[in-house]
């Protein structure tokens, strides 16, 4: 186990340490220690052990094959000594990071081996405990070290982010939500920790950033996308009334709402926008004048590990919650389908008539005709256009795939995979029930695709989109 241990400890820091820097390795460095056999062990160091092997579980489990031939053999192993070892030291258990950290690589276990109750329970439990640190709150890290400090603010904002994907992908109730954003969500973001930047150079007429920048751009990513799909479910609540057959005149959103939810929205599409360029949807284009050339007259030159990694989670991440925002955007109040059960569609692209672009703040007479819901709920947002939109995402996503390798796309993990399983579905839904569309011709050369590529990412999420096909 020791040696099994270093392998995972070392493949962590290379492979998985760049999508989520939430420990500290001289601290790892002290758990291999606790492992050595006739190492006589302190109750405090419990807490080191635990954290190290629920580390060995994830790493076991994620990292493929082809980099660890032996992980599929451990990872449960480790796993089961993390769960033993947590009951041990919640005896004595400090709430800190790595009381955080080790749930949520427990979580991540689970999550890669197609437990998603599980999954669900020990994310819940690594929230519960950031949540009685009070760790969005910036006052909460007076007192801690420096190390403890970065750690912490890491960790809140991987909990934000995952309690999102896990609403939007596994249609889980969103914890980390609303009621923080009234309260106020001062924490800061992290900064770089010694020694944890990759030193490899790039060649891409850009400076090599730090590796949190990429970490912390996730985080403006998936909170712009909240506060957008928050703001479509906050109109739809304001205007359920229409449902019951109230004045349509006085029920819609105005133009001062509409125009703050365009707001929302470009801050979204923006997100990215400051991206260095190694992380971006085309990390060989440089912008610059003076270092742009022509794809012939050189090769790119590969991107370290560490970039390639990120550049995936941040643009697939992406390209999927434009996807769901599209969705929610274009549904009608009565929906077709639920992107979650916490994002329920609202429809303001519906709204953009003529009449809603006039000086009034009061809703177009034009508007309220795209709420005559017949019995049988259909997509009246779903004009030919945005059903183009919808395939664009998907061209979109296809290409960030085609620039990424295998083995960085299955290290990105199993949020990944379900991040790409929902944009093909959304293409055998436009195939499905818009056939008659001229955009279902282009969406249907994407049918087998999709769970072709889903069935090389060797994950569980590509059965039932296989068997949708």
């Not at 492992?35 to 080191?48: A, F, K, S, T, Y």
């Amino acid at each position: 186990m020791p040696s099994l241990a270093r392998n995972c400890v070392d493949h962590f820091f290379e492979c998985l340490y760049p999508l989520m820097p939430i420990v500290y390795r001289p601290k790892i460095e002290l758990g291999l220690c606790l492992l050595q056999p006739g190492i006589e062990r302190r109750e405090v160091d419990l807490e080191v052990f635990t954290l190290t092997v629920a580390l060995c579980a994830i790493t076991a489990a994620i990292v493929p094959s082809t980099i660890f031939s032996q992980g599929s053999r451990v990872a449960e192993k480790f796993y089961l000594i993390s769960k033993r070892s947590l009951e041990l030291y919640r005896q004595t258990e400090q709430p800190n990071s790595s009381s955080i950290a080790l749930r949520y690589f427990q979580s991540g276990y689970t999550h890669s081996v197609g437990q998603p109750r599980t999954t669900w329970d020990e994310l819940e439990s690594a929230i519960e405990l950031a949540q009685i640190m009070r760790l969005h709150e910036e006052s909460s890290y007076t007192g801690m070290d420096v190390v403890e400090s970065q750690l912490c603010r890491r960790l809140f904002w991987v909990l934000f982010t995952g309690d999102k994907s896990a609403a939007i992908l596994g249609k889980h109730q969103i914890t980390l939500g609303r009621y923080l954003l009234e309260s106020g969500i001062t924490v800061r973001y992290s900064e770089s920790l010694e020694g944890e930047d990759p030193s490899s150079s790039l060649d891409t007429g850009s400076s090599v950033p730090r590796l949190i920048t990429g970490f912390n751009l996730n985080q403006d990513l998936w909170r712009a996308a909240y506060l957008v799909l928050l703001e479509i479910e906050s109109l739809r609540e304001k205007y359920r009334g229409i449902e019951d057959g109230e004045n349509q005149h006085s029920r819609l959103p105005t133009k001062s709402e509409l125009s703050h939810l365009s707001d929302l929205y470009i801050a979204f599409e923006t997100s990215l926008g400051a991206a260095p360029t190694c992380l971006s949807a085309n990390p060989t284009l440089s912008l610059t004048p003076a270092s742009f050339v022509f794809g012939q007259e050189r090769e790119a030159t590969p991107l370290p590990r560490a970039f390639a990694l990120q550049r995936i989670n941040l643009q697939v991440s992406y390209q999927c919650l434009r996807l769901v925002i599209v969705q929610a955007m274009t549904s009608t109040i009565t929906p077709y389908y639920n992107v979650s059960q916490i994002w329920a569609p609202f429809s303001p692209l519906t709204y953009m008539s003529p009449g809603a672009a006039s000086g009034s703040d009061q809703a177009s007479p034009n508007v309220a005709r795209n709420f005559d819901t017949p019995v049988e709920p259909i997509l009246v947002g779903e004009s030919s256009a945005l059903l183009l939109q919808k395939v664009r995402i998907a061209e979109e996503m296809l290409y960030i795939l085609h620039t990424s390798s295998l083995e960085n796309l299955r290290l990105n993990g199993e949020s990944c995979v379900e991040k790409i399983r929902l944009v093909g579905a959304a293409m055998l839904e436009i195939v499905d029930h818009h056939a008659s569309s001229p955009v279902a011709v282009i969406a249907s050369r994407f049918k087998e695709l999709y769970p072709h590529i889903l069935a090389h990412l060797r994950s569980k999420a590509s059965d039932s989109l296989a068997n949708d096909a």
